[in-house]
Every structure is written in C-alpha cells, then in structure tokens.
C-alpha cells in the first residue's frame, strides 16, 4: 500500500528557533501534499496545499512567512517552522495525493514542543 | 472551508453492539466522503469511502450510509472491539484528493 512517512516523530525546540519537518511519499509520486495541524483533542485543520515545483497555497490565517513549505521532488515536501514560540506546540500531520488513484494517505505525525 | 459537523463528540459502547457516528455537510458540490480511523499520537487513517452514487457502502464490519437529500452520511461499526477504540473522523471533498474539510471527531470507547 500506499505509505507516508515523517521525520522527526518528535522534536523539542527552543523558542525563538526554527525546525524542519519532512514529508516523503515511499512508494508513489505525489505532485500534492497537504499540510495540517491537529491540537489536543481537536479536528485536523488544513494549514496548506504544497504542490511540486510551485509555491503552496496557504489557508487563511496560516502565516506563509512562519511556516515555509518546500516541495522540491515528487516524493518530499518539508515544513520549516520559523521563530518557533510556545503556540507553535502541536501535532504536524502531512498527507499525499496518489496520482495512481488520487487518494490520500496520512502520514504518522510529528509531535512538535517548542519550550 | 465548508463545515462537516459531526455528532456525537464522544460515544461508549459494550463490546460487540453497534457504534453509530453521524455526519452533515453543507456543500452540496462534495462528492467524496471518506471516514478516517486515528490512534492517539498517529496519523490517521482511511478507514472506507463512499461517492454520492451509492446510499450505502460496508466493508467487513464497517458500512457508511449516505442520505443525499438530507446530505447527511454514518458510519457503522458492527460487533464493535476494543480495538476499535479511536477517534474517527469523517470528512468530504469536492472530489478524492482535493483538499478534505473534516468533522470534528468522534472519541469511540468500546467497554470489553
């Protein structure tokens, strides 16, 4: 099947920072992958489309300066979280789009604690 | 983003019975509506999905039901387990792989 990994699982930085975040399809090209982020206990909220060569579309009220997304190849997109503050803390989850079948398949998260 | 609202926000079930999760939507142009499966700290994942040509879908123990004058659509989970203790999601889009609006979860516990 379809599979979508993260990398880290987990970070911890400290405020003021910035961390990267990758998204890699491992076993199909996706020329879209999406980005959300799922607080506590809450629903999964859209952050941004990342298309392959192209700027990503950002949702409203996402900062496209705090959150940078770079999607170089058709099987990794990164999301850098810049000046890091303590609201940033969160769960990333991306997601791709299968071109074979145009489903989505998750990714397992990063766990992001920005102290 | 349109709204999915989904109901109940939390439900718990005896091992074995029927868990029922509903879901309605706004936008009439949705043609996709898929239910997604999360573990605590996972990502989630695609449990079963159904178009608007059909008014019901199951595979194993997992049937949707989908009303489309109502726009509305469940999810079934027959002889429910312990292991499906999860949150579930649903979610719409205008067609599979654009961009997904998502209920607000369900916190399914399922009592041995």
Redesign the interface.
């Known amino acids: 099947g379809a599979v ?1 990994s ?1 990398h880290p699982s987990w970070v911890i930085c400290k405020s003021g920072t910035s961390v990267k975040i990758e998204c890699r399809s491992l076993d199909f090209q996706a020329t ?1 992958m ?1 980005w959300y982020r799922q607080f506590p ?6 952050m941004a ?1 990342s298309n392959e060569g192209s700027k990503a579309t950002y ?1 409203q009220g996402v900062e496209k300066d705090k959150f940078l997304i770079n999607h170089a190849s058709l099987t990794l997109s990164t999301l850098t979280v810049t000046s890091a503050h303590p609201e940033d803390s969160s ?1 990333y ?1 991306c ?1 791709a ?2 071109g074979s ?9 990063t ?1 992001l604690t920005v102290t | 983003q349109q709204q999915v609202k989904q109901s109940p926000q939390s439900l718990i079930v005896q091992k074995g019975g029927i868990s029922i999760i509903n879901c309605a939507y706004e936008n009439t142009a949705f043609d996709y509506f898929p239910w997604y499966q999360q573990f605590p700290g996972k990502g989630p994942a695609l449990l079963i999905a159904i178009r608007p040509d059909v008014s019901e879908k199951k595979e194993g123990r997992f049937t949707i039901s989908f009303n489309k004058s109502a726009k509305q659509f469940s999810l079934h989970i027959m002889d429910s387990q312990p292991g499906d203790s999860a949150t579930y999601f649903c979610a719409a889009s205008g067609n599979a792989g654009n961009m997904l609006t998502f209920g607000g979860g369900t916190r399914l516990m399922v009592k041995p």
């Open positions: 979508v993260q879209t999406f206990k809450q629903s999964l909220m859209l489309t949702e769960f989850i997601s789009l299968s079948n145009n489903e989505q398949y998750f990714g397992p998260g766990r």
